[in-house]
């Protein structure tokens, strides 16, 4: 039989699930405590657990933490057949083996002995139904290919505080809202057929945007570095289009510049046409 292990406020105690109220302890804890007269949970601790209106209550089970200890996948026992997979800003590798709690409203995480120390969630990877629905205050699960990518990229440090928080925001909102042009090149490489597509033609919006108020089109090259080889060839002939910028794609150092005449002018940033002309 399935039991939780908590520890809470210096004592310990075996629950019986679901946790929750009424807080079922295990009849075989009771004996041992009785006998060895060790400090246990107390009935009235549960009892303000169970009044909290809102809070989910779990077990931090295991962690994954990047180099940077930014930011923290927990997986949380919270007594369904499913776990709860939670990603928090920051290192919270700490929170392992913990009793914990989660204001789903207020997007927290934080000890029950200690609710003053809380920590950001950022999104959910996965998790009971009940829990991640609608209404719970709780992003929609990520699809198992972006929890896949996220949860490798921090085992083996190759994802970027960055590029973390480009995935996130672009599971919430997709690429409506106001991206940044950085965000929108740590976005890129992660998407495959129409939202790559989509992403690509707003990084190049962003692109002339960026070249058209501050002169610098450098971030052309960046972009054109993520693309397979025929579109970037294709993306190379929409600037020429819609911008003065051009590429210069044979040499190993990759350049990016705008084409001016003698006498200082130059094409026009064509942004309304960009904007409605596909890569």
Known sequence: MEVFFLRHNGGSVWIEPPLGPPWTIHPCFEREQAAAGADRISPATFSRLGACDGLIVGVVQGSEVG???DPTVLRI??????DLVIVVKGGADWLVGKLVGIVPFARIIHPLDDSSVSMQIVG?????????GKGTGLNAPMSEAEAFKINMGIRHGSLTPLQ???LLKHKGSGLSGKWKLTELLALVPFLVG???DRAVHATAIAVLEAAALHGDC??????ARLLPKPKRKRFDRWLRIHSPISLDLTRRERKAFIVKARDGSHHPYCLDLARVTAI
């Open 124 to 132: 959910t990877v996965s998790g009971p139904s009940h829990i991640i």
């Open 218 to 223: 450098s971030a052309a090259v960046n972009l």
């Open 77 to 82: 026992a919270v007594g369904m057949n499913a």
């Open 164 to 166: 973390f928080r480009a």
């Open 67 to 69: 180099q940077s200890r």
């Open 194 to 196: 129409r939202e790559f």
